[in-house]
T-cell receptor
């Protein structure tokens, strides 16, 4: 079974600084998708960024980018120029035939 | 992005009663929807996959008779918690595959969730 591990329960970042959230996963499949979702206090799950495993190029979405290392099964999220609105729980997720979530990382942004 | 709605957003019920939660895809058709359960400060746990026109597929450990799922149309799936008890109190979230705003393939979009409290 596929597993997703987020080893950082909590992270803090100063406003306007950069922070990286870690995620590793375990799978024997070669074709899959990886996602980062954000869950603010409202608890609405919001898609942040998506990566197809067959693409070597790292996905980017404005201030959000990933470092996808397929051989290492690593999928970290970098948030640049952090804003107060980035404060939330962030979930890394793997999709092969179903979506599997990591335990989440709480991101706090300090002003 | 695609929009998924849930109703109600929160519900309080007495132990022993049944509660129905609706999940709708507002601007797209969804042949497959998913139901998750989330405890406070924990991750989402997949309960079942809802397929339009056929029986739902439940994850291991999820009671089919306790959590009834019906996917009657391409835009609506319902989760009924039957004979609810306090231990069923949780946050229930649905999702559906929707078209991406750019690129290929599909992505899961989530409803805003339903907070259930069983007294």
């Amino acid at each position: 079974a596929q597993t997703v591990t987020q080893s950082q329960p909590e992270m803090s970042v100063q406003e306007a600084e950069t922070v990286t959230l870690s995620c590793t996963y375990d799978t024997s499949e070669s074709d899959y998708y990886l996602f980062w979702y954000k869950q603010p206090p409202s608890r609405q799950m919001i898609l942040v960024i998506r990566q197809e495993a067959y693409k070597q190029q790292n996905a980017t979405e404005n201030r959000f980018s990933v470092n996808f290392q397929k051989a290492a099964k690593s999928f970290s999220l970098k948030i640049s120029d952090s804003q107060l609105g980035d404060a939330a729980m962030y979930f890394c997720a793997y999709y092969g035939n179903k979506l599997v979530f990591g335990a989440g990382t709480i991101l706090r942004v300090k002003s | 992005g695609a929009v998924v709605s849930q109703h109600p957003s929160r519900v309080i019920c007495k132990s022993g009663t049944s509660v129905k939660i609706e999940c709708r895809s507002l601007d797209f058709q969804a042949t497959t929807m998913f139901w998750y359960r989330q405890f406070p400060k924990q991750s989402l746990m997949l309960m079942a996959t809802s397929n339009e026109g056929s029986k739902a597929t439940y994850e291991q450990g999820v009671e089919k008779d306790k959590f009834l799922i019906n996917h009657a149309s391409l835009t609506l799936s319902t989760l009924t918690v039957t004979s609810a008890h306090p231990e069923d109190s949780s946050f229930y979230i649905c999702s559906a595959y929707g078209p991406q705003s750019r690129g290929d393939g599909e992505t899961q979009y989530f409803g805003p969730g339903t907070r259930l409290l069983v007294l």
